[in-house]
């Protein structure tokens, strides 16, 4: 373990020996960890809707349960996704709003022009599309040899899926998972980063895409995003107003990148920590749309969402105050004993298995939802056809990060059938 890890690591006590009411779930490096785990327990256990006084985020309210989750996501009345959704306070001078961090009316117009990219009629169309590429991927895989599974498939094959939905040229896709991390490497998540040099690089994604934006707008309407944005009405001005660009544009590329990026990779944890699940898995190849809502649930790609209270509410016992952040930790919802049996187990097979937080719930429940698990379930179908197993061998090493909750290498050994 390289030593700022390892330093960090020895810097993390156990939950149980703090007292309570200073418990901080929001450290990074609890999540680069993985010991976010048993903060998450005692929350749930002693403390389900949690404030915690000191941060370096400053004071916020955390919720841990599954049903308070779901109440507070469906309920953007009193609780506001209005400026900022993760938990730290985005800077003053490089405001980018986004239709997710937006309430109605706004944040309904410009989802709904954005829609039809992901709409069932259009995923008919790239499923075809989606399994040539993943099979180019798998076919091109060295066998025996030990590679990163995070480089040499997770981002190239979502990479691709992005490119295709904005309709991005082929040759340069490899800006777009840069840009997706350069969004989300941000102080506002935990990570110590020059955040002047990140507005810098995120101008030059605007600058790009709004070369774009002025091709599409002169063509005729197509069905990938940037085309959509500029031949809707509601939104054909949207490149006149650049941060607001900027800030969607932010949104849709990690939005497309971040939950089937790290679902891909967290599959292979999973089943590698759960071997009698992958021989279930080989046994039963239909269990394999019912396991990609478990891997899902079981990996949750984004830890948390953050709401701003826009009035004072009495919330389970506990009175949040107008402006309070209140943090959904989506992470703690899908391991929540009292919703979902034995949560901290992985089951291919486990019932109603959709019935996870990963996507969010009411307005804001996520937009490609089906796409992400459209990917993951050719992808598995796929493996199965060329590959006996798919080794673990090595400690996968994961981002820095209170939100993204994904990996940097995932270290492993295909094996042929």
Known sequence: MPDTLHQQAQGIKSPWDL?????????????????????????????????????????????????DIVAVDSNHRQFSSRRDIVIGDAPADFDTPMFIASDPPVHDVQ????????????????????????????????????????????????????ATLFDFPFEDRHLLPYWSDVTTTSETVGVEVDMKHREAELHKCLAYFTALWKERAAQPRKFDFISLFAHDPETKDMVNNPMELLGNLMLLIVGGNDTTRNSISGGIVALNESPAEYAKLKANPTLIPNMVSEIIRWQTPLAHMRRTATEDV??????????????????????????????????IDRANARRHLSFGFGIHRCMGNRVAEMQLRILWEEILKRFDHIELVGKPTRVLSNFVLGYEDVPVVVHAR
């Open 19 to 67: 007292p309570l009411q200073t418990l901080d779930v929001s450290r990074a490096e609890l999540f680069q960890q993985n010991r976010h785990g048993e903060y998450f327990r005692r929350l749930r256990q002693e403390d389900p809707v949690h404030f915690c006084e000191e941060s370096q985020f400053g004071p916020f309210w955390s919720i841990t349960r599954y049903e």
């Open 111 to 162: 989802r709904k022009a954005v829609q039809p990219a992901v709409a069932p009629t259009q995923l008919s169309d790239i499923e075809s599309l989606i399994r040539q590429r993943v099979t180019a991927i798998l076919d091109a895989l060295p066998v025996g040899e030990k590679i990163n599974w995070v480089e040499h498939v997770s981002k190239e094959l979502t990479t691709q899926m992005l």
């Open 314 to 347: 009495s919330f389970k016992g506990k009175s949040i105050r107008k402006g309070d952040k209140v943090v959904m930790w989506y992470v703690s919802g899908n391991r929540d004993e009292t919703a979902i049996d034995s949560p901290d187990e992985f089951r």
